[in-house]
C-alpha cells in the first residue's frame, strides 16, 4: 500500500474536496482501497478519473453521462491509452454539439436569443409578441445543449 495515496493527497492534486471525493466513490466513479484502520488509500491513476470528471462536469456532462463513459475503462487493471481513446470517441459527437453550441451562444449574444425578454430591438422581429414560446422553455433560438434541464 505504499505508492497509494491518502484521501488528502488525492484531494491536494486533484483539486476536489474531499467530501466530494467520498461521493464519487459512493457514485462508483472512483475507488479507493481501505488500510486495516479503515482509512482511504488510492491508485495514483484515480487522479485520471477525476481529472476527467473535472472536465466534463465543466462542459455540462450529467453524473449518469460521466458513469456511463467511465464504465468503458477496464476494473481489473489500470487503463491505458487505448482505454482513454475509446471513452475520446464515445463522447466525441456529445462534446462536438457542446462546442457547436458553445460557438452559437458566443456569436449569438448580441442577437434575440428567443428567450421571452422581448428587450432587443431584434426581438420585434424575430420574436415578435413572444411567438417563441410556442416552442418550448428557456431560450429557444440557442442549441438544445444550452436549453435549461428539463425538471
Ligand atoms: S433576446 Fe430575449 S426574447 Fe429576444
Redesign the pocket.
Known sequence: MDDLLTISQVAERSGFATSALRFYEREGLIEAHRTTGGQRRYERHELRRLAFIAAARHVGLSLDEIRDALSLLPSERHPNKADWTRISRSWRRRLDAEIIALEKLRDGLDG?????????Q??RL??PR?T?ATRGSGAVFLPQPLHPPQS
Open positions: 434575440c436569443i428567443g428567450c421571452g425578454c422581448l428587450s432587443l431584434r426581438c424575430s420574436n413572444d417563441a
